[in-house]
């Protein structure tokens, strides 16, 4: 068991319900256009596959997907939209779990790499998708920027997003590179729930450093799905490491 924080039960039913806008045509089209181009005609491997999302979708437009995913309950909401024989998937961590076959793409989407709180088992993370890939492979992660240039000196914590159903702000350990998210959301009766989630957030360099203990070589760094130039502006990215031939 790594660090991950399971997805309770009540978490993973409310979690589709809870990314709308993850899930409209204008996120996941160019989401599955860019992963469908770097698997081609092989088999792709998602990382902390959840409920889907990305993966199911996937699956649809005729990439072969096999998921590892920490939460059996994450799983269960996924095996409503995709029987074992169309998508299967494995209960188990990203940073060890080992599934058979060699793939094309492995993939870990959504800031996912960050649910793994220690360097050591992010390490372990890219090792395992260099363990999974064909020659000639790609891994891709999609991850935010750290967002220390939100917080002044002094500042315990920056907001993210405050809307009529929620508000969210982060707090940040720079020291230990550990970030809290804490929400508040509304419920229909008016009342507020609660949660946070914790995650080590990771620097582009950083990640590089990792492709290069799992011998993966740096391919390409864009800003977003779309393709967008990755600028010192920019708040998140997707990035491309090649498994040499």
Same mark, same amino acid.
């Given at each position: 068991m790594t660090s991950s924080e399971l997805w309770s039960k009540d978490a993973a039913e409310r979690y589709d319900a809870g990314e709308t806008e993850m899930t409209s045509p204008a996120v996941l089209g160019p989401t599955v256009d860019f992963l469908a181009r770097l698997a081609g005609d092989g088999p792709a491997l998602e990382f902390a596959i959840g409920t889907g999302r990305v993966g199911v979708p996937l699956r649809r437009r005729g990439v072969p997907v096999t998921g590892i995913e920490l939460s059996e309950h994450m799983a269960a909401v996924?095996?409503?939209?995709?029987?074992?024989?169309?998508? #299967?998937?494995? %209960?188990? $961590?990203?940073?060890?779990?080992?599934?058979?076959?060699?793939?094309?793409?492995?993939? !870990? *989407?959504?800031?996912?790499?960050?649910?793994?709180?220690?360097?050591?088992?992010?390490?372990?993370?890219?090792?395992?998708?260099?363990?999974?890939?064909?020659?000639?492979?790609?891994?891709?992660?999609?991850?935010?920027?750290?967002?220390?240039?939100?917080?002044?000196?002094?500042?315990?914590?920056? #907001?993210?997003? %405050?809307? $009529?159903?929620?508000?969210?702000?982060?707090?940040?350990?720079?020291?230990?590179?550990? !970030? *809290?998210?804490?929400?508040f959301t509304r419920e229909e009766d008016g009342r507020y729930r609660r949660g946070n989630s914790r995650h080590r957030y990771v620097w582009p360099s950083e990640l590089d450093l990792m492709a290069r203990i799992a011998g993966l070589e740096l391919e390409q760094r864009v800003a977003d799905w779309n393709g967008s130039p990755f600028t010192g502006d920019s708040a998140g990215h997707v990035s491309v490491w090649r498994k040499p031939a």
């Open positions: 996924l095996r409503r939209k995709a029987d074992e024989e169309t998508l #299967p998937v494995v %209960v188990g $961590d990203m940073a060890t779990t080992v599934v058979p076959g060699s793939h094309t793409l492995v993939y !870990l *989407v959504y800031n996912t790499i960050s649910n793994l709180l220690t360097q050591d088992e992010q390490v372990e993370c890219f090792r395992n998708a260099a363990r999974h890939l064909a020659p000639g492979g790609r891994f891709v992660i999609e991850l935010e920027v750290p967002p220390l240039r939100r917080m002044p000196p002094g500042q315990g914590a920056v #907001p993210f997003d %405050v809307s $009529d159903r929620h508000l969210g702000f982060d707090t940040i350990d720079p020291v230990s590179q550990l !970030l *809290v998210s804490h929400h």
